[in-house]
């Protein structure tokens, strides 16, 4: 059910709740004039009737006590005094039973009606339904005055009366009304139209402007009309998309400001850097000839001076990825024998095996690829275990695997795997590489239009899956 209201479009649902509102109305008040319309009609035949009887049995002169023929020719003659419709006249007379008809007793005529009517001295009437025909029964005593007051005789006068005639009015009532409902209806639709319009016309602007703010275009505003509820939200959003703007300009530049201090600091390194550098080549030169704890301090200053030295140069080549100033120098290539180039000039080739396939070229920035192989293999080499294998494989793209044997990627890292500085273990503060391979790694690949991903292996270990197109950029 719930799934078939979110299918249904909200002018829909609007107008159906328009539609049904108006129905409701529409049956509720039917129903109301229905039935007050209804008992009018028959409170006023009763009324009638039972005042006409009343008057045609105190103008009919009876001497008691009377016979059968006696008895009928009462009831005959007041039937022949009824109303326009007629009635049919039964009388009680002790044992005496007689009316104007071929039946001296009626089986509308209720026990209760005889029960109130020989206890009373004023009458009683009842509606009766039989066989489906609605009936108007009405009881009177026969009464004499002794001088004081009107006294019971025992004749008991009952009348007999079709209400078909009313019967018939209540249901060209009831038909009128429900011809009338349809067209009816068909006018609330005019009004349930409108009213959805001036409703969806806000939505649909609110939607529209929602739709500009998630594409970026944080100076949509709304424009802002009456002062409902729907102008209230307008109001609302109008005063987000402000603040949104403010914050997303505000982060924007301290965006700017953090990567310009990180491309100015490195730019400010590589100078002492490349001094240093020099000079720690030449310690390192001398070490042997030192005594064992200097020459341990000495390797050791040598050893962070290159880290130093190559935290710097990552921390410049992703300032120039924000700064959007990175560039490919692209060349035809074959894949395999850069890859072995790549693991030759970083002495890995005994230490990862290759399944390279022949033949594959691909049209890419040799540089940068190659800097994609080793922060791949060597990432592998220092947090996953050997062997550790390199595939290249062609067709329709390009496809590098970089697959470890180590324990693999815990499920909770596997997402901010390409992070920048992101560590796996909050505790260590020291690492082998800078922290921006994997990141420097994923900016490339990205730069040539490609992905990279990292997954583990069914059997155990980590695998980084480059995809890369083959043909021209």
């Not at 793209?397 to 992101?422: K, Q, T």
């Amino acid at each position: 059910m719930k799934l078939f209201a979110t299918r249904l479009g909200l002018r829909t649902r609007l107008v159906a709740a328009f539609l049904f509102v108006a129905a409701v109305s529409a049956a509720t008040t039917a129903t109301l004039t229905y039935r007050e319309a209804r008992s009018a009609i028959l409170q006023q035949a009763q009324d009638s009737a039972v005042a006409q009887f009343r008057d045609r049995i105190n103008s009919q002169a009876v001497s008691l006590p009377v016979d059968s023929d006696q008895l009928r020719q009462v009831c005959l003659a007041l039937a022949r005094a009824g109303s326009a419709r007629g009635w049919t006249v039964f009388a009680e007379y002790g044992e005496l039973r007689a009316s104007s008809s071929d039946r001296s007793s009626s089986g509308v005529i209720t026990a209760g009606l005889r029960t109130a009517t020989r206890a009373g001295t004023h009458g009683s009437f009842q509606r009766v339904v039989k066989d489906g025909e609605p009936w108007l029964t009405v009881g009177m005593p026969a009464l004499f005055d002794r001088g004081d007051g009107r006294q019971p005789t025992g004749l008991l006068l009952y009348a007999v009366m079709p209400l078909s005639t009313e019967d018939a009015n209540v249901a060209a009532m009831v038909t009128a009304a429900r011809d009338g409902a349809l067209p009816a209806l068909l006018v609330a639709l005019v009004p349930a139209l409108l009213a959805a319009r001036s409703v969806l016309r806000p939505v649909r602007e609110l939607r529209r402007a929602a739709a500009g703010i998630g594409r970026g275009e944080l100076d949509t505003r709304i424009t802002v009309r009456g002062s409902d509820e729907l102008a209230d939200l307008a109001w609302t959003f109008n005063e987000s998309s402000t603040k949104l703007q403010e914050s997303v300009e505000e982060l924007r530049r301290a965006e700017e400001r953090a990567r310009r201090f990180a491309s100015d600091v490195s730019h400010e390194l590589r100078t002492p850097l490349a001094g240093m550098l020099a000079v720690t080549e030449v310690l390192d030169e001398d070490a042997g000839e030192l005594r064992p704890d200097t020459a341990a301090a000495v390797r050791l200053i040598s050893a962070e001076t290159g880290k130093l030295a190559t935290l710097v140069e990552d921390l410049m080549e992703m300032s120039r990825f924000d700064a959007g100033a990175a560039d490919l120098h692209l060349d035809e290539v074959d894949v395999a024998e850069t890859v072995r180039k790549t693991l030759q000039g970083r002495r890995w080739e005994d230490r990862v095996t290759t399944e390279l396939a022949d033949g594959v070229r691909a049209v890419l920035d040799p540089r940068r690829f190659d800097v994609v192989v080793a922060n791949l293999v060597g990432n592998a080499l220092r947090h996953g275990a050997e062997p550790v294998t390199v595939r290249v494989r062609g067709g329709a793209r390009l496809v590098v695997e970089v697959e470890d044997s180590g324990p693999g990627i815990d499920a909770a890292v596997l997402p901010h795997i390409f992070d920048r500085f992101y560590k796996a273990d909050a505790a260590r503060t020291r690492s082998a590489g800078s922290g921006l391979g994997l990141a420097i790694a994923h900016e490339n690949v990205r730069l040539h239009g490609g992905t990279v991903r990292a997954a583990n292996r069914p059997g155990g270990g980590a695998v980084f899956t480059v995809d890369l197109p083959l043909e021209e950029r």
